[in-house]
């Protein structure tokens, strides 16, 4: 990670603590127009869609996913916030994992923080 490291590291302890997190980050940096909800994204991402929805309603409660009532579907779809400094911190997370070294850290350290 370069300088920005420690707010790259603060976002991480903040907002990352599970894998299924972390998927869904990177789902929705690179789909960032997109709205989905539980069930599809539990498929794509080929997790349970308990965990996928236990996740998503995480990371809307702290503003880095926004949730958009559907009423054909009677639940939620999801949606990366609208929020510019958000979106550039996800934009930013991905981007710094997509390095090998910085994803090894990112994995140890959930997985020393007992992430499943």
């Not at 907002?15 to 997190?21: E, W």
């Not at 965990?51 to 998503?56: D, G, Q, T």
């Amino acid at each position: 990670m370069d300088d920005s490291g420690d707010t790259m590291w603060s976002f991480i302890n903040t907002y990352v603590n599970s894998f299924a997190k972390w998927d869904l980050l990177i789902f929705f940096a690179e789909h960032d127009d997109v709205e989905e909800g539980a069930a599809s994204l539990s498929k794509h991402l080929a997790r349970s869609q308990a965990e996928i929805a236990r996740a998503l309603e995480d990371l809307a409660a702290v503003g880095i996913l926004e949730a958009v009532a559907d009423r054909d579907l009677g639940g939620d779809l999801y949606r990366l916030t609208r929020d510019d400094t958000a979106r550039e911190q996800v934009r930013r997370f991905v981007e710094e994992t997509r390095d090998r070294d910085t994803r090894l850290r990112v994995l140890t350290t959930l997985l020393r923080a007992g992430a499943r």
